[in-house]
Protein backbone atom coordinates (compact mmCIF):
# COMPACT_ATOMS: atom_id res chain seq x y z
CA UNK A 1 0.00 0.00 0.00
CA UNK A 2 2.88 2.53 0.73
CA UNK A 3 4.52 1.38 -2.43
CA UNK A 4 1.15 2.60 -4.56
CA UNK A 5 0.94 5.91 -2.64
CA UNK A 6 4.99 6.15 -3.11
CA UNK A 7 3.82 5.69 -7.09
CA UNK A 8 1.17 8.03 -7.06
CA UNK A 9 2.37 10.97 -5.41
CA UNK A 10 5.45 10.38 -7.93
CA UNK A 11 3.34 10.41 -11.08
CA UNK A 12 1.67 13.55 -9.54
CA UNK A 13 5.22 15.43 -9.30
CA UNK A 14 6.14 14.24 -12.89
CA UNK A 15 2.63 15.56 -14.14
CA UNK A 16 2.97 18.83 -12.50
CA UNK A 17 6.60 19.55 -13.57
CA UNK A 18 5.24 18.29 -17.11
CA UNK A 19 2.50 20.90 -16.69
CA UNK A 20 4.90 23.40 -15.58
CA UNK A 21 7.60 22.99 -18.52
CA UNK A 22 4.51 23.01 -21.32
CA UNK A 23 3.69 26.44 -19.68
CA UNK A 24 7.20 27.86 -20.04
CA UNK A 25 7.89 26.71 -23.42
CA UNK A 26 4.86 28.65 -24.70
CA UNK A 27 1.73 26.21 -25.76
CA UNK A 28 -0.58 29.09 -26.90
CA UNK A 29 -3.94 30.34 -24.48
CA UNK A 30 -7.02 28.93 -24.73
CA UNK A 31 -9.37 30.28 -26.91
CA UNK A 32 -12.95 31.14 -25.10
CA UNK A 33 -16.02 32.73 -26.34
CA UNK A 34 -16.78 35.64 -24.36
CA UNK A 35 -20.20 37.74 -23.99
CA UNK A 36 -20.60 41.16 -22.37
CA UNK A 37 -23.07 40.69 -19.19
CA UNK A 38 -26.27 42.98 -19.38
CA UNK A 39 -29.37 43.79 -17.59
CA UNK A 40 -32.01 42.19 -18.60
CA UNK A 41 -35.81 42.20 -18.04
CA UNK A 42 -36.34 38.78 -17.05
CA UNK A 43 -39.46 37.24 -15.71
CA UNK A 44 -39.23 33.89 -12.53
CA UNK A 45 -40.63 31.20 -14.51
CA UNK A 46 -41.29 27.74 -13.33
CA UNK A 47 -40.37 24.51 -15.23
CA UNK A 48 -43.40 22.76 -15.87
CA UNK A 49 -43.74 18.79 -17.59
CA UNK A 50 -44.78 17.92 -20.55
CA UNK A 51 -44.96 15.47 -23.49
CA UNK A 52 -44.49 15.96 -27.34
CA UNK A 53 -47.69 14.57 -28.93
CA UNK A 54 -48.78 13.90 -32.01
CA UNK A 55 -52.39 15.93 -33.50
CA UNK A 56 -53.59 12.56 -35.30
CA UNK A 57 -52.78 9.44 -33.33
CA UNK A 58 -55.75 6.71 -34.00
CA UNK A 59 -56.28 3.46 -33.59
CA UNK A 60 -57.58 2.51 -37.55
CA UNK A 61 -60.53 -0.19 -37.12
CA UNK A 62 -61.74 -2.66 -39.72
CA UNK A 63 -65.27 -1.39 -40.94
CA UNK A 64 -66.43 -4.42 -42.65
CA UNK A 65 -65.96 -8.39 -40.84
CA UNK A 66 -64.17 -11.18 -42.51
CA UNK A 67 -60.40 -12.38 -42.15
CA UNK A 68 -57.43 -10.64 -42.58
CA UNK A 69 -55.53 -10.97 -45.23
CA UNK A 70 -52.33 -8.59 -45.25
CA UNK A 71 -51.49 -5.44 -43.82
CA UNK A 72 -48.90 -3.39 -43.67
CA UNK A 73 -45.68 -3.82 -40.98
CA UNK A 74 -44.52 -2.33 -38.23
CA UNK A 75 -42.81 1.34 -38.83
CA UNK A 76 -44.20 1.50 -42.23
CA UNK A 77 -45.04 5.07 -43.31
CA UNK A 78 -47.48 5.34 -45.05
CA UNK A 79 -49.27 8.24 -47.05
CA UNK A 80 -52.92 9.53 -47.00
CA UNK A 81 -54.87 7.16 -48.61
CA UNK A 82 -52.36 4.34 -49.01
CA UNK A 83 -53.86 0.71 -48.19
CA UNK A 84 -52.32 -0.43 -45.00
CA UNK A 85 -54.71 -3.78 -44.62
CA UNK A 86 -56.46 -5.83 -46.70
CA UNK A 87 -59.75 -8.24 -45.76
CA UNK A 88 -60.56 -10.77 -47.77
CA UNK A 89 -64.00 -10.13 -49.87
CA UNK A 90 -65.03 -13.31 -51.78
CA UNK A 91 -68.20 -13.32 -49.60
CA UNK A 92 -68.93 -9.19 -50.49
CA UNK A 93 -67.85 -10.20 -54.36
CA UNK A 94 -70.65 -12.84 -54.18
CA UNK A 95 -73.13 -10.48 -52.37
CA UNK A 96 -72.13 -7.85 -55.21
CA UNK A 97 -73.19 -10.33 -58.02
CA UNK A 98 -76.58 -11.27 -56.59
CA UNK A 99 -77.11 -7.39 -55.93
CA UNK A 100 -76.47 -6.56 -59.79
CA UNK A 101 -78.74 -9.91 -60.74
CA UNK A 102 -81.65 -8.18 -58.14
CA UNK A 103 -81.07 -4.95 -59.95
CA UNK A 104 -81.70 -6.06 -63.43
CA UNK A 105 -84.63 -8.03 -62.00
CA UNK A 106 -86.05 -4.86 -60.63
CA UNK A 107 -85.35 -2.63 -63.52
CA UNK A 108 -86.65 -5.09 -66.17
CA UNK A 109 -89.93 -5.78 -64.17
CA UNK A 110 -90.41 -2.17 -63.72
CA UNK A 111 -89.76 -1.02 -67.43
CA UNK A 112 -92.49 -4.04 -68.24
CA UNK A 113 -95.10 -2.20 -66.04
CA UNK A 114 -94.15 0.89 -67.39
CA UNK A 115 -95.21 0.27 -71.06
CA UNK A 116 -97.89 -1.88 -69.28
CA UNK A 117 -99.22 1.62 -68.04
CA UNK A 118 -98.93 3.15 -71.10
CA UNK A 119 -100.65 0.80 -73.13
CA UNK A 120 -103.54 0.68 -70.72
CA UNK A 121 -103.68 4.48 -70.69
CA UNK A 122 -104.50 4.80 -74.22
CA UNK A 123 -107.40 1.78 -74.27
CA UNK A 124 -108.79 3.63 -70.93
CA UNK A 125 -108.56 6.51 -73.00
CA UNK A 126 -111.17 4.72 -75.75
CA UNK A 127 -113.53 2.85 -72.90
CA UNK A 128 -111.53 -0.12 -74.01
CA UNK A 129 -109.95 -1.30 -70.66
CA UNK A 130 -111.53 -0.61 -67.23
CA UNK A 131 -109.65 2.10 -65.24
CA UNK A 132 -109.54 -0.11 -62.23
CA UNK A 133 -107.28 -2.44 -63.81
CA UNK A 134 -105.33 1.03 -64.97
CA UNK A 135 -104.85 1.72 -61.65
CA UNK A 136 -103.66 -1.48 -60.52
CA UNK A 137 -101.13 -1.45 -62.86
CA UNK A 138 -100.23 1.76 -61.96
CA UNK A 139 -99.85 0.94 -58.37
CA UNK A 140 -97.61 -2.21 -59.24
CA UNK A 141 -95.63 0.33 -61.37
CA UNK A 142 -94.70 2.64 -58.12
CA UNK A 143 -93.91 -1.02 -56.43
CA UNK A 144 -91.52 -1.80 -58.85
CA UNK A 145 -89.69 1.42 -58.87
CA UNK A 146 -89.61 0.80 -54.91
CA UNK A 147 -88.49 -2.31 -55.55
CA UNK A 148 -85.86 -0.81 -57.95
CA UNK A 149 -84.51 2.05 -55.77
CA UNK A 150 -84.02 -0.81 -52.88
CA UNK A 151 -82.11 -3.32 -54.87
CA UNK A 152 -79.68 -0.62 -56.02
CA UNK A 153 -79.34 0.65 -52.63
CA UNK A 154 -78.29 -3.02 -51.55
CA UNK A 155 -76.26 -3.07 -54.38
CA UNK A 156 -74.77 0.64 -53.43
CA UNK A 157 -73.89 -0.88 -49.63
CA UNK A 158 -71.74 -3.93 -51.22
CA UNK A 159 -69.45 -1.78 -53.34
CA UNK A 160 -68.99 0.37 -50.34
CA UNK A 161 -68.57 -2.45 -47.91
CA UNK A 162 -65.80 -3.76 -50.80
CA UNK A 163 -64.29 -0.60 -50.32
CA UNK A 164 -63.93 -1.01 -46.94
CA UNK A 165 -62.05 -4.27 -47.06
CA UNK A 166 -59.37 -2.34 -48.05
CA UNK A 167 -57.94 -0.31 -44.74
CA UNK A 168 -56.52 3.11 -46.10
CA UNK A 169 -54.58 5.93 -44.17
CA UNK A 170 -56.98 8.85 -43.20
CA UNK A 171 -53.82 10.53 -42.63
CA UNK A 172 -49.87 10.29 -43.27
CA UNK A 173 -48.10 9.03 -40.67
CA UNK A 174 -46.01 5.76 -39.42
CA UNK A 175 -47.71 2.56 -38.29
CA UNK A 176 -46.89 2.62 -34.59
CA UNK A 177 -48.55 -0.32 -33.44
CA UNK A 178 -49.79 -3.88 -35.24
CA UNK A 179 -53.12 -4.63 -33.09
CA UNK A 180 -54.37 -7.54 -35.23
CA UNK A 181 -52.60 -10.29 -37.11
CA UNK A 182 -52.72 -11.40 -40.56
CA UNK A 183 -54.97 -14.81 -41.04
CA UNK A 184 -56.88 -13.40 -37.74
CA UNK A 185 -60.75 -12.95 -38.44
CA UNK A 186 -61.65 -9.54 -37.44
CA UNK A 187 -65.13 -8.03 -36.59
CA UNK A 188 -66.50 -4.51 -37.72
CA UNK A 189 -64.44 -2.25 -35.58
CA UNK A 190 -61.82 -4.33 -34.71
CA UNK A 191 -58.76 -2.42 -34.34
CA UNK A 192 -56.20 -3.32 -37.04
CA UNK A 193 -52.90 -0.44 -36.89
CA UNK A 194 -52.71 2.83 -34.44
CA UNK A 195 -51.00 5.04 -37.12
CA UNK A 196 -49.08 8.04 -35.67
CA UNK A 197 -48.82 11.65 -37.18
CA UNK A 198 -45.16 12.65 -37.06
CA UNK A 199 -45.27 15.42 -38.64
CA UNK A 200 -47.11 19.32 -36.90
CA UNK A 201 -46.17 18.07 -33.40
CA UNK A 202 -46.91 19.49 -30.54
CA UNK A 203 -46.59 19.63 -26.75
CA UNK A 204 -48.74 19.32 -23.94
CA UNK A 205 -48.17 20.89 -20.93
CA UNK A 206 -50.67 21.38 -17.76
CA UNK A 207 -50.11 25.01 -16.07
CA UNK A 208 -50.91 25.95 -12.99
CA UNK A 209 -53.86 29.03 -12.97
CA UNK A 210 -51.61 31.75 -11.41
CA UNK A 211 -49.84 31.44 -14.43
CA UNK A 212 -52.82 32.30 -16.77
CA UNK A 213 -52.49 36.62 -17.29
CA UNK A 214 -48.74 35.96 -17.96
CA UNK A 215 -49.42 33.00 -20.39
CA UNK A 216 -51.97 35.37 -22.01
CA UNK A 217 -48.89 38.00 -23.03
CA UNK A 218 -46.42 35.01 -24.24
CA UNK A 219 -46.27 34.35 -27.66
CA UNK A 220 -43.01 31.84 -26.79
CA UNK A 221 -42.10 29.73 -24.12
CA UNK A 222 -38.86 27.68 -23.50
CA UNK A 223 -38.36 24.04 -23.89
CA UNK A 224 -35.45 21.70 -22.50
CA UNK A 225 -35.46 18.10 -23.32
CA UNK A 226 -32.56 15.01 -23.61
CA UNK A 227 -32.52 15.44 -26.61
CA UNK A 228 -31.70 19.21 -26.78
CA UNK A 229 -32.77 22.96 -25.71
CA UNK A 230 -35.21 25.83 -27.84
CA UNK A 231 -38.35 28.09 -28.00
CA UNK A 232 -41.47 26.99 -29.39
CA UNK A 233 -44.50 28.95 -30.21
CA UNK A 234 -47.58 28.90 -27.81
CA UNK A 235 -50.26 27.37 -30.16
CA UNK A 236 -53.27 26.81 -27.76
CA UNK A 237 -54.37 28.52 -24.49
CA UNK A 238 -57.04 26.52 -23.35
CA UNK A 239 -59.10 28.76 -20.27
CA UNK A 240 -60.43 25.89 -18.38
CA UNK A 241 -59.04 24.30 -15.60
CA UNK A 242 -59.39 20.61 -13.76
CA UNK A 243 -61.44 21.47 -10.94
CA UNK A 244 -58.95 18.84 -9.25
CA UNK A 245 -55.36 19.99 -9.88
CA UNK A 246 -56.22 23.50 -10.68
CA UNK A 247 -54.45 23.08 -14.35
CA UNK A 248 -54.97 24.26 -17.67
CA UNK A 249 -53.65 22.65 -20.99
CA UNK A 250 -51.30 24.80 -22.85
CA UNK A 251 -50.63 23.17 -26.50
CA UNK A 252 -47.05 24.16 -28.02
CA UNK A 253 -46.46 23.94 -32.03
CA UNK A 254 -43.40 22.01 -32.28
CA UNK A 255 -42.84 21.69 -36.13
CA UNK A 256 -39.77 22.71 -36.29
CA UNK A 257 -38.51 20.12 -33.36
CA UNK A 258 -37.59 16.54 -35.19
CA UNK A 259 -38.21 15.02 -31.87
CA UNK A 260 -40.31 11.81 -31.16
CA UNK A 261 -43.81 11.64 -30.26
CA UNK A 262 -43.64 10.82 -26.61
CA UNK A 263 -40.82 12.40 -25.34
CA UNK A 264 -40.47 13.99 -22.18
CA UNK A 265 -39.61 17.79 -21.76
CA UNK A 266 -39.50 20.96 -19.18
CA UNK A 267 -40.83 24.15 -20.22
CA UNK A 268 -40.56 27.11 -18.49
CA UNK A 269 -43.58 29.66 -17.58
CA UNK A 270 -43.37 32.42 -15.79
CA UNK A 271 -45.21 32.96 -12.77
CA UNK A 272 -44.28 36.47 -11.60
CA UNK A 273 -43.24 40.20 -12.63
CA UNK A 274 -40.53 41.00 -14.60
CA UNK A 275 -37.82 42.60 -12.99
CA UNK A 276 -34.14 43.98 -14.00
CA UNK A 277 -31.58 42.12 -13.17
CA UNK A 278 -28.07 41.58 -14.48
CA UNK A 279 -28.06 38.35 -16.78
CA UNK A 280 -25.39 36.06 -18.44
CA UNK A 281 -26.24 32.59 -20.71
CA UNK A 282 -26.77 29.32 -18.57
CA UNK A 283 -23.72 28.41 -20.37
CA UNK A 284 -21.41 30.89 -18.83
CA UNK A 285 -22.09 28.70 -15.21
CA UNK A 286 -19.32 26.65 -13.72
CA UNK A 287 -21.09 24.57 -11.57
CA UNK A 288 -18.99 22.69 -8.56
CA UNK A 289 -19.48 20.92 -5.50
CA UNK A 290 -18.81 24.35 -3.44
CA UNK A 291 -21.11 26.40 -5.40
CA UNK A 292 -22.03 28.08 -8.63
CA UNK A 293 -19.29 30.92 -10.56
CA UNK A 294 -18.50 32.47 -13.72
CA UNK A 295 -15.10 33.29 -15.29
CA UNK A 296 -14.83 36.83 -16.89
CA UNK A 297 -11.57 38.24 -19.16
CA UNK A 298 -9.93 40.90 -17.23
CA UNK A 299 -7.98 44.02 -19.41
CA UNK A 300 -4.76 41.47 -19.35
CA UNK A 301 -6.64 39.14 -21.26
CA UNK A 302 -6.46 36.30 -18.32
CA UNK A 303 -9.69 34.54 -16.57
CA UNK A 304 -10.56 35.68 -13.51
CA UNK A 305 -13.16 33.60 -11.32
CA UNK A 306 -15.96 35.34 -9.68
CA UNK A 307 -18.69 33.25 -6.74
CA UNK A 308 -22.20 33.98 -7.85
CA UNK A 309 -25.53 33.50 -7.07
CA UNK A 310 -28.04 32.32 -8.91
CA UNK A 311 -31.26 34.07 -9.17
CA UNK A 312 -34.16 33.90 -11.89
CA UNK A 313 -33.78 32.39 -15.37
CA UNK A 314 -35.76 32.75 -18.55
CA UNK A 315 -34.74 30.51 -21.36
CA UNK A 316 -31.14 30.73 -21.98
CA UNK A 317 -30.49 33.91 -19.82
CA UNK A 318 -30.49 33.47 -16.16
CA UNK A 319 -29.89 35.75 -13.05
CA UNK A 320 -26.65 36.04 -11.43
CA UNK A 321 -25.81 38.20 -8.09
CA UNK A 322 -22.09 38.69 -7.30
CA UNK A 323 -18.77 40.82 -8.29
CA UNK A 324 -19.99 41.26 -12.20
CA UNK A 325 -20.96 44.56 -13.27
CA UNK A 326 -22.82 45.21 -16.82
CA UNK A 327 -20.00 44.81 -19.58
CA UNK A 328 -17.75 42.48 -17.85
CA UNK A 329 -16.77 39.81 -20.13
CA UNK A 330 -18.31 36.74 -19.30
CA UNK A 331 -16.49 33.58 -20.78
CA UNK A 332 -19.29 31.22 -22.41
CA UNK A 333 -17.78 28.28 -23.62
CA UNK A 334 -13.92 26.82 -22.45
CA UNK A 335 -14.79 27.88 -18.96
CA UNK A 336 -14.84 24.65 -17.42
CA UNK A 337 -11.48 23.97 -18.00
CA UNK A 338 -10.43 27.18 -16.87
CA UNK A 339 -7.92 27.92 -13.68
CA UNK A 340 -8.21 31.62 -11.89
CA UNK A 341 -5.81 33.86 -13.90
CA UNK A 342 -4.92 31.51 -16.25
CA UNK A 343 -4.12 33.78 -19.58
CA UNK A 344 -7.22 32.73 -22.45
CA UNK A 345 -7.23 33.74 -25.91
CA UNK A 346 -10.84 35.46 -26.72
CA UNK A 347 -12.34 34.50 -29.95
CA UNK A 348 -13.59 37.27 -32.30
CA UNK A 349 -16.77 35.88 -33.37
CA UNK A 350 -19.31 35.35 -30.65
CA UNK A 351 -22.51 34.83 -32.53
CA UNK A 352 -25.54 32.37 -31.83
CA UNK A 353 -24.26 31.95 -28.24
CA UNK A 354 -27.13 32.47 -26.25
CA UNK A 355 -29.20 30.43 -29.07
CA UNK A 356 -26.95 27.56 -27.96
CA UNK A 357 -25.73 27.49 -31.47
CA UNK A 358 -21.81 26.93 -32.09
Not at 161 to 185: H, K, M
Not at 254 to 282: C, H, T
Request: with cysteine; charged share 25%.
Amino acid sequence: MKINKLLTVCFALIAGLFQLSANAQGFPAPSVNVISAETQSLSPVAWVSGTVVSPNNSQIAAEVSGRLKSLVELGARVKKGDIIARIDDKTLQLQKRENVASVENAKSRLDYLESEVKRKSTLAKRNLSAITDLDETISQRDVARGDLAAAKARLAQTEQNLEYTQLRAPFDGIVAERLSSQGEYVNNGTAIVRLVETENLEASIFAPLTAYRFLTNAETLAVESPLGNGVAPIKVLVPVANSRSHLMEVRLDMSDFKWPVGLNIKVAVANGESKEVLAVPRDALVLRREGASIFKVNGENKAEEVKVSIGIGAGEMVEIIGNVAPGDRVIVRGAERLRNGQAVSVKESNQNLISGKQ
